[in-house]
């Protein structure tokens, strides 16, 4: 018989067995470590993407709220009434305050809120938009503070400061007024509070921790606000103290140091909150450790800080760990079992592997889905930049449209113009050659008569000269109290030869301060010199040339001024058409169609509108919507109804 084969033992020796128990478990350890720190690692990296984006969205927040009044101190240094304030010795300012203070009010009211003053050259507050309170800044010495001492040497200032009156916080923007009679000497101080109360509102909403931390390492917002005025590292009390005096209007600072050290939390860094904080954040969280992204804020010194706490991190990770090593536990156990058990384990763990690669082409597809919004983000602001850059060349062409338009009426009128003086300025030179020789024979009393002749002849010479230099003035829109009837006359004077050559019959079915609007009274006389102008073109082949003016209160509460002609009126597709660019009705060579267009657009620039239509009797009917007077109390000045 052959010999038989040794018997296979049945399981390993018991040094083999611990040795294989110890291998396992170090597998195990290995293993658990490994996806440990690989799902600490990606859940750092999503929570730094979401504090991220959060960041940007508090960031740009914070950035609209606090600079939207930037701009206010440069339109402060244009006003008549405070250069005049700053330019007057203390002793006469009294005076002159009252203006300044009410042209600052107006402005404060217009705006929405912000704290508006002027300083003057030794950091006194000598004009304030809260001068009708009791508790106004007049008369109070801001000299210590940073952003005058800036702005006085002739640089723009921002600084976050509490004021030593009402202790409030705010955003200051400073401005020097310089005074070009003075070979533009800084002669005073704009300066504009931008209070941050929705800021701080919106701030203590935020769940986790934040701070916006100002340049000197001090909190400015916090949450909690516990933190509000700490420090993050610890500051010698002599320089706390004169931060304290210059910026926060002897407010306690440093009172808690965070000593949170935020050196690489550009990028996020994870940072461990000091045991003294317990307390001030939910559930005794002092002491844990917070993933810190940090951002500096654009057009300040701010810097804005965000943590993020690492725990549900670090419990994901763990149950991570805790799932991969009770999958390699199931795979060791597979392989001890049958073929078919093994094919089933191997099965799982293609699956797994599966389900990551969906995770990871998931958490890809998130990035360049973040990466096209940012792109688009940017090409949106690009856009509006370019709009906004293509919308001022427009008004400044429309400007020089308009002025184009003056020179051409002017032009048309010049003939008229010369016979209106000729007469007169000949009239002059026969009476003073009289009045020369009515004095060599000792007349006085009739060369007095004669020279006061030549005096009226003068006045009346002014007269005609006066209207034409006011309308051919190019001067920016601002808006004022204009008596719509005067505005009338004079532009009916621009074609007083035109209507008389014509025999132009001119009703005009309202008088003198019958109706006021609120605009601009140069553009408004352009508007009517249009209409007047194609009103008269319009009405040149009809028998019958009758131009007519009628004012009523439209159901908008607007004054609408009526321009009626009995001219050939407009067709249904002409009326259509009537205020597109280009378009006329007119011969060629005879306008380029601009005129309607510009008249609607000059309108609305202050509000009002031109709207057009069939006369009664025939001709063409024009109505410009003019706004009242803004105090409705003072818009009831009108005499009379139409």
Same mark, same amino acid.
């Given at each position: 018989?052959?010999?038989?084969?040794?018997?296979?033992?049945?399981?390993?020796?018991?040094?083999?067995?611990?040795?294989?128990?110890?291998?396992?478990?170090?597998?195990?350890?290995?293993?658990?470590?490994?996806?440990?720190?690989?799902?600490?690692?990606?859940?750092?990296?999503?929570?730094?993407?979401?504090?991220?984006?959060?960041?940007?969205?508090?960031?740009?927040?914070?950035?609209?709220?606090?600079?939207?009044?930037?701009?206010?101190?440069?339109?402060?240094?244009?006003?008549?009434?405070?250069?005049?304030?700053?330019?007057?010795?203390?002793?006469?300012?009294?005076?002159?305050?009252?203006?300044?203070?009410?042209?600052?009010?107006?402005?404060?009211?217009?705006?929405?809120?912000?704290?508006?003053?002027?300083?003057?050259?030794?950091?006194?507050?000598?004009?304030?938009?809260?001068?009708?309170?009791?508790?106004?800044?007049?008369?109070?010495?801001?000299?210590?503070?940073?952003?005058?001492?800036?702005?006085?040497?002739?640089?723009?200032?921002?600084?976050?400061?509490?004021?030593?009156?009402?202790?409030?916080?705010?955003?200051?923007?400073?401005?020097?007024?310089?005074?070009?009679?003075?070979?533009?000497?800084?002669?005073?101080?704009?300066?504009?509070?931008?209070?941050?109360?929705?800021?701080?509102?919106?701030?203590?909403?935020?769940?986790?921790?934040?701070?916006?931390?100002?340049?000197?390492?001090?909190?400015?917002?916090?949450?909690?606000?516990?933190?509000?005025?700490?420090?993050?590292?610890?500051?010698?009390?002599?320089?706390?103290?004169?931060?304290?005096?210059?910026?926060?209007?002897?407010?306690?600072?440093?009172?808690?140091?965070?000593?949170?050290?935020?050196?690489?939390?550009?990028?996020?860094?994870?940072?461990?909150?000091?045991?003294?904080?317990?307390?001030?954040?939910?559930?005794?969280?002092?002491?844990?450790?917070?993933?810190?992204?940090?951002?500096?804020?654009?057009?300040?010194?701010?810097?804005?800080?965000?943590?993020?706490?690492?725990?549900?991190?670090?419990?994901?990770?763990?149950?991570?760990?805790?799932?991969?090593?009770?999958?390699?536990?199931?795979?060791?156990?597979?392989?001890?079992? *049958?073929?078919?058990?093994?094919?089933?384990?191997?099965?799982?763990?293609?699956?797994?592997?599966?389900?990551?690669?969906?995770?990871?082409?998931?958490?890809?597809?998130?990035?360049?889905?973040?990466?096209?919004?940012?792109?688009?983000?940017?090409?949106?602001?690009?856009?509006?930049?370019?709009?906004?850059?293509?919308?001022?060349?427009?008004?400044?062409?429309?400007?020089?449209?308009?002025?184009?338009?003056?020179?051409?009426?002017?032009?048309?009128?010049?003939?008229?113009?010369?016979?209106?003086?000729?007469?007169?300025?000949?009239?002059?030179?026969?009476?003073?050659?009289?009045?020369?020789?009515?004095?060599?024979?000792?007349?006085?009393?009739?060369?007095?008569?004669?020279?006061?002749?030549?005096?009226?002849?003068?006045?009346?010479?002014?007269?005609?000269?006066?209207?034409?230099?006011?309308?051919?003035?190019?001067?920016?829109?601002?808006?004022?109290?204009?008596?719509?009837?005067?505005?009338?006359?004079?532009?009916?004077?621009?074609?007083?030869?035109?209507?008389?050559?014509?025999?132009?019959?001119?009703?005009?079915?309202?008088?003198?301060?019958?109706?006021? *609007?609120?605009?601009?009274?140069?553009?408004?006389?352009?508007?009517?010199?249009?209409?007047?102008?194609?009103?008269?073109?319009?009405?040149?082949?009809?028998?019958?040339?009758?131009?007519?003016?009628?004012?009523?209160?439209?159901?908008?509460?607007?004054?609408?001024?009526?321009?009626?002609?009995?001219?050939?009126?407009?067709?249904?597709?002409?009326?259509?058409?009537?205020?597109?660019?280009?378009?006329?009705?007119?011969?060629?060579?005879?306008?380029?169609?601009?005129?309607?267009?510009?008249?609607?657009?000059?309108?609305?620039?202050?509000?009002?509108?031109?709207?057009?239509?069939?006369?009664?009797?025939?001709?063409?009917?024009?109505?410009?919507?003019?706004?009242?007077?803004?105090?409705?109390?003072?818009?009831?000045?009108?005499?009379?109804?139409?």
């Amino acid at each position: 018989m052959p010999e038989s084969s040794p018997p296979i033992p049945s399981s390993l020796p018991r040094p083999h067995r611990a040795l294989g128990l110890a291998l396992l478990l170090v597998l195990f350890l290995l293993a658990s470590l490994l996806v440990y720190h690989r799902s600490e690692r990606d859940g750092i990296d999503h929570m730094r993407q979401e504090a991220s984006h959060q960041l940007d969205i508090l960031a740009a927040a914070i950035d609209s709220e606090v600079t939207r009044h930037a701009a206010i101190p440069a339109a402060i240094q244009l006003s008549p009434d405070v250069l005049a304030l700053l330019r007057a010795p203390e002793d006469k300012q009294d005076s002159l305050q009252g203006p300044a203070n009410r042209f600052l009010q107006q402005m404060n009211d217009n705006l929405g809120g912000p704290a508006i003053f002027v300083l003057d050259t030794q950091g006194r507050v000598v004009a304030s938009s809260d001068w009708i309170f009791s508790d106004n800044l007049l008369g109070a010495n801001l000299a210590y503070m940073p952003f005058f001492s800036d702005a006085a040497t002739g640089v723009p200032a921002r600084h976050y400061a509490v004021d030593h009156v009402r202790h409030e916080p705010g955003y200051y923007f400073a401005l020097p007024i310089r005074d070009e009679r003075q070979d533009w000497r800084v002669i005073g101080v704009a300066v504009v509070k931008s209070g941050i109360r929705e800021l701080e509102r919106r701030w203590l909403g935020q769940e986790a921790p934040a701070l916006i931390v100002d340049s000197n390492g001090i909190v400015l917002l916090a949450s909690p606000p516990e933190w509000r005025y700490a420090t993050l590292q610890q500051k010698g009390r002599e320089e706390l103290e004169q931060l304290s005096r210059q910026q926060f209007a002897g407010q306690s600072l440093g009172t808690v140091s965070l000593d949170i050290a935020l050196a690489g939390a550009d990028e996020g860094a994870v940072v461990r909150l000091p045991r003294h904080l317990r307390g001030a954040v939910n559930q005794a969280a002092g002491g844990r450790s917070y993933l810190a992204l940090a951002r500096n804020l654009p057009g300040t010194a701010w810097r804005i800080v965000v943590f993020s706490d690492l725990r549900p991190v670090a419990e994901q990770a763990a149950t991570h760990a805790a799932l991969a090593a009770a999958a390699l536990g199931c795979l060791l156990l597979g392989a001890l079992y *049958a073929k078919q058990r093994r094919r089933l384990a191997r099965g799982r763990e293609e699956a797994r592997a599966m389900l990551e690669r969906a995770n990871q082409e998931l958490e890809h597809k998130v990035g360049e889905r973040t990466a096209d919004l940012s792109e688009a983000v940017d090409r949106l602001q690009r856009e509006v930049v370019e709009r906004q850059r293509a919308e001022q060349t427009l008004r400044a062409a429309q400007d020089e449209l308009v002025q184009a338009g003056k020179m051409a009426v002017l032009g048309q009128m010049a003939t008229g113009i010369t016979h209106e003086l000729s007469q007169p300025l000949g009239a002059i030179r026969t009476l003073a050659a009289n009045a020369v020789e009515f004095m060599h024979r000792g007349d006085l009393a009739t060369a007095e008569k004669n020279l006061g002749i030549v005096g009226q002849l003068a006045e009346q010479a002014g007269g005609i000269i006066t209207p034409l230099k006011t309308f051919a003035r190019k001067s920016p829109a601002v808006s004022g109290a204009v008596d719509v009837a005067q505005a009338v006359d004079s532009a009916l004077f621009l074609f007083d030869q035109r209507l008389r050559k014509q025999n132009v019959t001119v009703e005009r079915q309202f008088g003198p301060e019958t109706w006021i *609007a609120w605009c601009d009274r140069n553009r408004l006389q352009q508007v009517l010199v249009n209409l007047i102008g194609n009103a008269i073109d319009a009405m040149a082949d009809e028998p019958l040339r009758r131009l007519s003016f009628s004012a009523e209160r439209a159901s908008s509460g607007q004054v609408a001024l009526a321009v009626s002609d009995s001219g050939v009126g407009f067709s249904e597709k002409a009326l259509e058409h009537l205020f597109e660019p280009f378009f006329t009705t007119k011969q060629p060579g005879e306008g380029l169609g601009l005129g309607l267009a510009i008249s609607r657009d000059i309108l609305r620039d202050f509000g009002g509108e031109l709207l057009a239509g069939p006369a009664p009797g025939g001709g063409a009917r024009f109505v410009v919507l003019l706004p009242p007077l803004p105090d409705s109390s003072t818009a009831a000045c009108t005499k009379g109804s139409p």
